[in-house]
């Protein structure tokens, strides 16, 4: 699915086109999202200033004059940028049109995204753990948290009370440059190597951002174009290969019903 570098690229490549702007219509073809879609979405939006434009975890966020929405890309979801009225394609859901005359294409084939709109508070935001590129992550936080527990690493970082937005690949990832067995205990890994590991996180995801996304086969920017850095991988999707560090075999197990490749020499 879209993880947080692929919501960040479309955070910052829709941002310039949306902030201020009024927004003219809405069109819902397909409400049934993940959650579905509220009758009244066009009435509630019609009119509305967006604002400001956010991400939090994997959503992005849309503060309007009189509430906000919450947009998940799911399983398969991508927003497009469109100039003009362009025909609709298979699985495009929702388009917002701005009054510049820009509109926001939703296009989701799972459809296990969503629309949520409040007056309030998005239920889906409580009890999130710290942004992974903030200053309140790292290594110390981990490694409190971590304490007596017995569920493997990996698993325990793709925890969203623990830390937004690190999903299969960048746990994989992260973990494999901090030279942690991914299959290891949380609670028996070190301060240390906790510190190293957060590190690790903060820097693959920053460069994830920078190249503007990963390999996912349905992800596109805000411009249609794929956001791809298959070539940064040095682990996920590659088990059977050889480790680009130490030439091993990179082994594949499942963890928490995913496939989580690893090295076993560079990792203990």
């Not at 829709?14 to 999202?33: F, M, S």
């Not at 979405?41 to 991400?55: A, K, N, Q, T, Y």
């Not at 799972?110 to 309140?136: I, K, V, Y």
């Not at 956001?227 to 963890?255: E, P, S």
């Amino acid at each position: 699915m879209p993880e947080l570098p692929e919501v960040e690229t479309t955070l910052r490549g829709l941002k310039p086109w949306l902030l201020g702007t009024t927004i003219t219509k809405v069109e819902v073809r397909q409400p049934a999202l993940r959650w579905p879609v509220v009758g009244n979405l066009s009435d509630l939006l019609d009119g509305e200033v967006i604002m400001s434009i956010s991400r939090r975890a994997k959503y992005l966020l849309m503060d309007l004059q009189r509430g906000s929405l919450l947009i998940h890309l799911g399983m398969s979801g991508s927003l497009r940028l469109l100039s003009a009225n362009e025909g609709w394609r298979k699985h495009d859901h929702i388009e917002m049109v701005l009054h510049t005359g820009k509109r926001i294409r939703y296009h989701d084939p799972r459809r296990f995204g969503s629309w949520s709109w409040t007056a309030n508070d998005h239920h889906q935001l409580a009890n999130l753990g710290p942004e992974p590129l903030s200053t309140q992550f790292n290594g110390d936080h981990l490694y409190r948290l971590a304490r007596g527990r017995k569920v493997p690493v990996k698993n325990f970082i793709m925890l969203s009370t623990i830390v937004v937005g690190v999903g299969n690949i960048y746990a994989s990832e992260s973990l494999f440059r901090a030279g942690i067995r991914p299959d290891r205990s949380a609670g028996r890994i070190s301060l240390q190597r906790y510190q190293a590991l957060a590190h690790q996180i903060k820097a693959v995801l920053a460069k994830a951002i920078e190249q503007g996304g990963t390999t996912l086969r349905d992800f596109v920017d805000s411009d249609g174009e794929p956001g791809y850095f298959k070539q940064q991988l040095q682990v996920y999707g590659r088990h059977g290969q050889r480790c680009f560090a130490c030439k091993a075999t990179l082994k594949i197990q499942r963890l928490g019903q995913r496939s989580t490749v690893f090295c076993s020499r560079c990792q203990t």
